[in-house]
């Protein structure tokens, strides 16, 4: 018998946080063991393609380096000694610690703290429950989404946008500020189609040229932080050459008189000297979508991530409302579908009994919150005690020297709940071993998409990782919340309340079905029946104070950073790290392409592929520095410095340098990575993660002759 006949298929999401949440067909070889993941090709967004990295996943689940056992520290922090324990002792400690901790400083001492590890619901979202019952300190969890997710709603009042399948139809497609190719793969596949099909016209606009720029039929590479200029100059041509669609502003927009006499000195010129681009790149551009009715803006996260991000994503959003995009299928713009779907989460995450006295602290703000910062802290007692699921604080958080720091601390409880001995894992109290999604049962919801996808358990874990929902559910037992709503349920019973609410039926049935296609009709998806807010229009004038977001922060914790000098309409402002005499670059930590934040990071294709952390460096800017590819790279600013291996790239800026990939700590020269370099401050209006944004200083790396190193 031929073996591959042997192999069944199981279906599934791929859990990690991406927007494609691609559907996924899983060779099972055995009741514990899978061969080679595959894109559904019956999903009309998945289409039968997902990465590389996901492809080989066999590599991750079946990878020797997996925790498998309960592990309580015996040395100093971070000397790497353990001790194996039951999950029964372990949980006792953890739930002895956490009432110590509670005695001595009151619950808002405990710090439950997680993100997007895994997107399943059940298994990322239940913590809350936990925290709710327990009236821990909240968790504002603003690091990917808040920059983004802001700037866009206070253009359409709604997280929606045209259907993302539609990109196939449309005859121009404008990938601003994400490298799809690296980091949702699928927004290629409707792309090409449309090129392939349509003769349509890819543009690109990036920072550097990446793997997706080097596919577009116009790339157009500018400055960090620069793309509000850009925006503002081709709205800019678009009034003054005749292609704003003046019957669609005057009934879908705010104020498109006064846009238009804002953008009156915004030319090509303006903008050629903030972005770095050309007047003939700029023009061409608008020229382009101008021309093009069925123009498709496929809106990033990349961009965003500067001190101005939501200025950037909103000025870019406004393009198609100058144009009249949205009214044609293949046209408009769409960023995040996240907010079609509406699961209720109210019994998973315990919501009816969340305490509105009870302190949020921001989870991007960790190292200050650790090093207990006044501002950070909001008046509440120190953090001694955590619970961490499904990230990697250690690695990814800005401002790594403070949250080392905190992370140090003799009075901080930690216990890590993880797959691999993160750098998180390293400096834990505890650690637990955590299964991966195919183990388990989940449900997942496609913010790039617009499918709700199951994700039912495939195969056995192996003897020893339990699942995050079974952490939630003995910890409660042991911390005296288990008899309260919500607790005491299995995940597929989470599910099934989550899918009858909605009226999609319930984990059986929905299993035959394994996705449903959520996407609003037309008219809604393009806000032909009028735009989220109140008064049915674009708002070029964004209400940046107090104005609805999707992620907005707790009243208690106020709004962010500078919002005097956010701009009344679309504009460019100097609210990021500009270059100075001492810190001549700027610097932006791009993804990799073999790996996901610090995910697949471990697995021996996708550090073979990546090679080693690199800095990309203007050959130019190199040799003024006496510095060649390969050579060792000292790289720094205010919050410290690290050392990369140089690599010499022209498709770049003068000035800009780029550091892909997050690599563990342990992989750098001096067991420090590149968050070292970035800020942890709350940018405006709602806080986020500027890590695109740093000034630096580069330099080669000086040699001790006496000891033989690199400092």
Known sequence: ??????????????????????????????????????????????????????????????????????LIRAGAKGEGQWKEASWEAALDLVAEKFIAAEEKYGSETVWPYFYAGTMGLVQRDGIERLRHAKKYSGFFGSICTNLAWTGYVMGTGALRGSDPREIGKS??????????????????????KARKERGAKIVVVDIYETATLKQADMGLVLKPGTDAALACAVMHVLFREGFADRAYLEKYTDDPKGLEA????????????????????????????????????????????????????????????????????????????????????ELLEGTKFRDPSIRYLD????????????????????????????????????????????????????CVHEQFMTDTAKLADVVLPATIFLEHDDIYKGGGNQHITLGPKLIDPPEGPRTNHYVIEELGKRLGVAHMPGFGMTERQHIDVML?????????????????????????????????????????????????????????????????????????????????????????????????????????????????????????????????????????????????????FDKIKRGVVIAEGIWPNSDHERGEGINVLTGADAPAPYGGAAVHDNKVWVRAAAYVQSTGAFR
């Not at 055995?30 to 967004?45: E, F, L, P």
């Not at 500020?177 to 793969?185: D, H, L």
């Open 262 to 345: 804002h953008l009156s000195d915004k030319t090509p010129e303006w903008a050629a000297g903030i972005t770095g681009l050309s007047v003939e790149e700029i023009e061409a551009f608008a020229r382009l979508v101008g021309t093009t009715r069925k123009t498709f803006f496929r809106l990033g996260y990349g961009f965003s991530r500067q001190r101005n991000g939501s200025v950037n994503m909103h000025a870019a959003l406004s393009i198609p409302a100058v144009t009249g995009a949205w009214q044609y299928e293949g046209g408009g713009a769409f960023h995040s579908n996240s907010g079609i779907f509406k699961l209720n989460g």
């Open 171 to 192: 005859d121009c497609v404008v990938i601003w500020g994400t490298n799809a190719v690296v980091t949702q793969v699928n927004v290629m596949t409707h792309a090409i």
């Open 1 to 70: 018998m031929n073996q591959h006949a042997k192999i069944r298929i199981g279906h599934s999401a791929c859990p990690h946080d991406c927007p494609s949440t691609c559907a996924l067909e899983v060779e099972l070889l055995d009741d514990k063991r899978i061969g080679r993941v595959h894109g559904a090709k019956s999903n009309s967004y998945t289409a039968g393609v997902i990465c590389a990295k996901v492809a080989r996943y066999a590599d991750r689940v079946h990878h020797p380096d997996r925790l498998l056992k309960p």
């Open 363 to 414: 989870h991007s703000r960790i190292g200050p919150v650790l090093t207990n910062a006044e501002d950070a802290l909001y008046g509440g007692p120190p953090v001694t005690a955590m619970l961490i699921q499904n990230t990697n604080p250690m690695n990814v958080a800005p401002e790594q020297r403070l949250v080392k720091q905190g992370f140090m601390r003799d009075d901080l409880f930690t």
């Open 500 to 648: 009858e609410k909605k009226g999609l039926g319930n984990f059986d049935s929905f299993k035959d079905q394994k996705w449903a296609d959520m996407q609003p009709e037309f008219d809604s998806a393009h806000f032909l029946k009028g735009f989220g807010h109140p008064d049915g229009k674009f708002r070029f004038k964004p209400q940046w104070n107090g104005g609805a977001a999707p992620n907005k922060p707790p009243r208690s914790m106020g709004i962010f950073g500078p919002v005097a000098q956010l701009p009344e309409f679309p504009d460019h402002v100097d609210l990021i790290e500009v270059a100075d005499a001492e810190h001549p670059f700027r610097l932006a930590t791009s993804p990799a392409r073999n790996f996901l934040n610090s995910t697949f990071a471990e697995t021996p294709v996708s550090r073979e592929k990546e090679g080693r952390p690199e800095l990309l460096i203007h050959s130019e800017d190199a040799a003024e520095l006496g510095i060649a590819t390969g050579d060792r790279v000292e790289i720094g600013n205010m919050r410290g410095e690290v050392v990369l291996h140089a690599r010499l």
